[in-house]
């Protein structure tokens, strides 16, 4: 008799439809048919990861994006990819990339009822050395009565209706919540399809790691350095220090955090006042994943999810990962206040 593990796999597509149908009987599937466009982006983005150094991909495009950083060409090659992606689904009306200085309002006549905003190549400065990379997207649903503008996605990241990351290393992970939880898929390269290989995802209720640049401890405010201080040098001789690791990734280190615990941050500080992160595709995401796994996120003042973003680009402090570490930063805020 064979192994049902290995002929009966529950592949990405297959458990969100399953899912459909158990939870939202009401459903069009209109949702299911983007997140196959958006897995059709990872697989071709992870495709030309694997080999970029052997087709010159690596190195930089010549040209800066919006945030004033230099682009690497990949980064170009994966906006267009999941720009191109979107638009084809039929089902995206507004898309926000890091990539594009302005919003992509979609052609009326491939419009859909979605708006998704997305960082196509999270990381990018690691490309050359092989580092862990990755895409984040959010997912909102356009407004009632509207066909797509800027106001659909200027608001709370409570408003999202799913978010996810893949991850680009040694294997390509896909992590995805559409409020019903998280859950984790690997790309199997073989059959070319996401398989569940982490069901449920429930970050640890406390960690033993913190991940931060430690670089810019010198423009941190007070309540950071006290609490970064009293995590490498615990007041209670019987508790041991936490352990530093940061990759310089978010997509990495918050993959880290979300399979082991402990916290993730990005402060603001003297020399990026309110902070480096952008809310829509960076922090919003990351944190509807974070809590719809048990853990929290905030900007150490209110809710990550609860911020109201200014403009498509606008930027946050934030701090997430298992719910009492993120509390215990809290209470360090809560004191300066």
Known sequence: MSDPS???LITLTRHVFQDQVENYKEASGDLTLLLTAIQLGCKFVASNVRKASLISMTGLANSSNVQGEEQKKLDVIANEIFVNALRSSNKVAVMVSEEDEEAIMVETQHRGKYCVVFDPLDGSSNIDCG?????????????EGSTGQISDVLRPGSEMVAAGYCTYG????????????VNGYTLDTEIGEFILTHPDIQ???RGKIYAVNEGNSKYWDNACTKYFHSLKFPEDPKKSPYSARYVGSMVADVHRTMLYGGIFCY????KSKNGKLRILYECFPMAFLVEQAGGRATTGKKRMLDVQPESIHSRSPIFLGSKEDVEDLEAFYNAEA
């Open 131 to 143: 580092v862990s990379i990755g895409t984040i997207f959010g997912i909102y649903k356009v407004k």
């Open 267 to 270: 402060p603001a500080d003297s």
């Open 6 to 8: 290995k002929t009966n």
């Open 203 to 205: 970050i640890p209720p």
């Open 170 to 181: 040694s294997c390509s992970t896909l992590v995805l919540t559409t409020g019903q939880g």
